[in-house]
């Protein structure tokens, strides 16, 4: 692989361990959270955090588009992405962080990287080969651990993280498909609607008695690990699929789990760390995974964050290099070739 390959592969890989970095600061900061508001309140001021961190980012750099001038199969997607990411994941993963460790459910959240695996093999055409399969087998066996050290308010904990994380297994795939509206657009457009949906049903079943304080610091939490972290990992989907992404999204727990220890006080046992070791090792063999064939793509023609140094960009601008990353609508011609790739928006095609 030459170099500026090995630039343009490492760019998405880079954003996906900020990503990581960011959201798992959100797990135990959410738990102290917990006793001033419901799942539902919390859920909702997360998302609207979101909406303000990404909001100052579209008006920075001038980049509004809405939903209404996408192609219909990109608005569905982006309703997909606000339903089960932006609403149905979020509450169900607040509602097992009530009845469980911030630091257990910290780890459990790698089920998401399982889950989008499964569910991109099934439906999204996002292909893994035999050492990422070999990780995902792994990931599984590590949670299997990790629930035994639980009581059985742990394994319905366990389940309700389960649901959560398939909803943004298919969350994370809606949003790698979008080439409509840039990542900051559409994490604005999913934290208005969910933020409003969960906030609106939180204060109808519950009063709201948090302090203005409570509020602000929810707030600061969905700025910076929803709404920063959600764009980042956008960005990294579309450029290496949503499986991959979550592979290296997946250290995001072990981020949540050391920041459990050292703010909340609480322990780390030692199924715990058998659980990371093995999740470590999984990893290792999803890194491990290589993918390389003839393929063709079809003429298309849609908008998201490229550079010039990857084999399929080669419109004319005077005054960027090639490795400059930009974003604006752009054409591509019917193309043949082969080289190692990932499932992002030029590479969803079928594998016999």
């Not at 170099?3 to 592969?9: D, G, N």
């Not at 991959?244 to 789990?257: I, L, T």
């Not at 006080?265 to 290792?284: D, N, P, T």
Request: proline share 3%; net charge neutral.
């Amino acid at each position: 692989m030459n170099i500026h390959k090995s630039k343009t592969m490492l760019h998405p890989v880079l954003l996906a361990l900020l990503a990581a970095a960011l959201f798992g600061v959100a797990t135990p900061a959410s738990k102290t959270l917990l006793g001033s508001l419901s799942p539902f309140q919390l859920a909702g001021l997360l998302y609207l955090g979101a909406v303000l961190g990404s909001l100052a980012v579209i008006i920075r750099r001038n980049s509004w588009r809405s939903p209404w001038m996408m192609s219909a199969l990109n608005r569905w997607h982006l309703l997909g992405a606000v339903f089960f990411g932006g609403i149905a994941g979020p509450v169900l993963l607040l509602l097992g962080l009530r009845i469980a460790s911030a630091a257990s459910v910290s780890l459990w959240l790698n089920l998401e990287l399982v889950a989008t695996a499964v569910l991109g093999r099934l439906f999204f055409n996002d292909h893994l080969g035999k050492y990422g399969w070999y990780g995902v087998i792994g990931i599984v066996a590590a949670s299997i651990i990790l629930s035994f050290g639980q009581s059985a308010s742990g394994i319905w904990a366990g389940l309700l993280v389960l649901g959560a994380c398939i909803c943004w297994g298919l969350d994370n795939h809606f949003t790698a498909l979008i080439d409509g509206i840039t990542p900051s657009q559409s994490t604005l457009w999913k934290g208005a609607i969910a933020g409003t949906v969960n906030l609106l049903i939180g204060i109808y079943f519950y009063p709201y008695e948090a302090t203005a304080i409570i509020t602000l610091g929810a707030l600061l939490i969905g700025v910076l690990s929803y709404g920063a972290s959600i764009t980042l990992y956008i960005a990294s989907a579309q450029n290496m699929g949503a499986t991959r992404a979550q592979m290296f999204f997946a250290s995001a727990p072990f981020f949540g789990a050391a920041l459990s220890v050292i703010v909340l006080g609480e322990k780390i046992s030692g199924l715990q760390i058998i659980s990371a070791a093995l999740f470590v090792i999984s990893l290792a063999a999803l890194i491990k995974d290589r993918h390389l064939h003839k393929h063709s793509h079809e003429a298309m023609s849609h908008e998201h964050s490229h550079s010039h140094d990857d084999g399929h960009h080669d419109h004319n601008h005077n005054d960027l290099d090639l490795s400059d990353r930009h974003s604006h609508w752009h054409e591509h011609e019917p193309q043949e070739h082969a080289h190692p790739h990932w499932p992002d928006l030029h590479h969803r095609h079928e594998h016999k």
